[in-house]
T-cell receptor
């Protein structure tokens, strides 16, 4: 299957700083990428959908000015958590969608963000 | 609004026992249904998916799931579990054509050797 990577795998930052998380599709081009957030013992919650070259579509309740998404190419999407606060601490997972022979989403390994 | 409900939070089984994990969904239209598995420390992997056709879907590693439209269910089954099946299992739905997944809360499966 197709491979999706995320970097970094974990990050600790101070409150008020910004953190960028990268999501890359390594061996395929992703028409669409998704960003999820997972709280302990809870489900993955879709935060936003991004298509290459266009603005991301955010789910209700997700602050687009706080969670900046840039989908610069068909293999890279970035999520920047701006002015992070402790309540932003979570596990962030991206996925990349490809149609054609796969027609499914492939998930990255996730990024653990801890805001002090 | 669409939703996915997984009734079992944590299931503990002995090796060779049979497994059935429940999944019910709510959606007002045609759905595609998925089961994903997340092994400890690893990323989500697709076990199987249902788009249309035969409601009994076979996936990897001996797993299967049955789509019962009248019950809005998509339960996951395996006749004989192994210790290596210890993982968290997520049911998800996708409204046909939307590409967006809605996940259940997950079921943690612990298999005792």
């Amino acid at each position: 299957g197709a491979v999706v990577s995320q970097h970094p795998s974990w990050v600790i930052c101070k409150s008020g700083t910004s953190v960028k998380i990268e999501c890359r599709s390594l061996d395929f081009q992703a028409t669409t990428m998704f960003w999820y957030r997972q709280f302990p013992k809870q489900s993955l919650m879709l935060m936003a959908t991004s298509n290459e070259g266009s603005k991301a579509t955010y789910e209700q309740g997700v602050e687009k000015d706080k969670f900046l998404i840039n989908h610069a190419s068909l293999t890279l999407s970035t999520l920047t958590v701006t002015s992070a606060h402790p309540e932003d601490s979570s596990f962030y997972i991206c996925s990349a969608y490809t149609s054609g022979s796969y027609n499914e989403q492939f998930f990255g390994p996730g990024t653990r963000l801890t805001v002090l | 609004a669409q939703s996915v409900s997984q009734h079992n939070h944590h299931v503990i089984l002995s090796e060779a026992a049979s497994l059935e994990l429940g999944c019910n969904y709510s959606y007002g239209g045609t759905v595609n249904l998925f089961w994903y598995v997340q092994y400890p420390g690893q990323h989500l992997q697709l076990l199987l998916k249902y788009f249309s056709g035969d409601p009994l879907v076979k996936g990897i590693k001996g797993f299967e799931a049955e789509f019962i439209k009248s019950k809005f269910s998509f339960n996951l089954r395996k006749p004989s579990v192994q210790w290596s099946d210890t993982a968290e299992y997520f049911c998800a739905l996708e409204g046909a054509g939307s590409y967006q997944l809605t996940f259940g809360k997950g079921t943690k499966l612990s298999v005792i050797p």
